[in-house]
């Protein structure tokens, strides 16, 4: 076993107790903390993968941004659930089940695939090639269409979500 | 070198946990965490597809891109969602998110 598979079993390891402890955890507050641990480990995963551009837009984009949401509206919907003690609902042996039962399911169709053991690509000198990213993002043959469908998104997202959430009564 | 399956074996348990975490918690916050993390999950695999199986062209990265930006605009619309329907009705209690129920 190679140095970079022990790390790799490591990150595996602390990503998926962190996301056991986001499902688990008694209060949201926690489980948004613990949450930011996995979104971490996933940059890592992707470190591991040699996309470096990916980590770090993991970072900034996830630990960054969308947790900070997620902490935000855990403080604002705290007191709500406090006087709740039961996080989970009268169906969970049901979602063990259907997430265990997927989990098997994945695992069996993963044995019969012989597609496993394929080597990794060589990488060009430097690692990955941003500058091919970007023009396959910008070029009219490559996935301009895609990308201007993904930022119309975004707006629309973001008109939505001010409409939503702004007490527009006032 | 790390093997692909390693990597398909973790993106499937990630995966596994957040769709546990969607159907089993009340909390509707959670409920959004446990979409995050199957998100992530969807992302592990695209990447090592992209690094085994297709690299050095960057198709596969651009899925990612466009995954991720799909996974910002889900949470603030969905978490604009949860703080209204919260002030409306003071609960954010999935099971009592029943204003749509005839």
Known sequence: MTGLQVVFLLIGAVTLASAVMVVAAKRVMHAALWLILALVGVAAAYATLEASFFAVMQVAVYVGAIAILIIFAAMLTRRSMEDDPARLNKGWPAALLAAGGLLAGLVYLFSRWTGFSSPARALPEGGENIAALGLALTAPEGFLVPFEVASLLLVAAMIGAIYVAGDLRK | ?102
């Not at chain 2, 999950?41 to 891109?65: C, E, M, S, T």
């Open chain 2, 1 to 102: 070198m790390i093997p692909l399956s390693w990597y398909l074996i973790f993106a499937a348990c990630l995966f596994c946990i957040g769709l546990f975490g969607v159907l089993a918690r009340k909390n509707a916050v959670t409920i959004l965490m446990g979409i995050e993390l199957m998100l992530n999950a969807v992302n592990i695999n695209l990447l090592a597809f992209w690094r085994y199986l297709w690299a050095p062209k960057a198709d596969g990265q651009v899925f990612v891109a466009i995954v991720i930006v799909a996974a910002a605009a889900e949470a603030a619309v969905g978490l604009a969602l949860i703080i209204s329907a919260y002030r409306r009705r003071q609960t954010v209690n999935a099971n009592e998110m029943d204003m749509l129920k005839g």
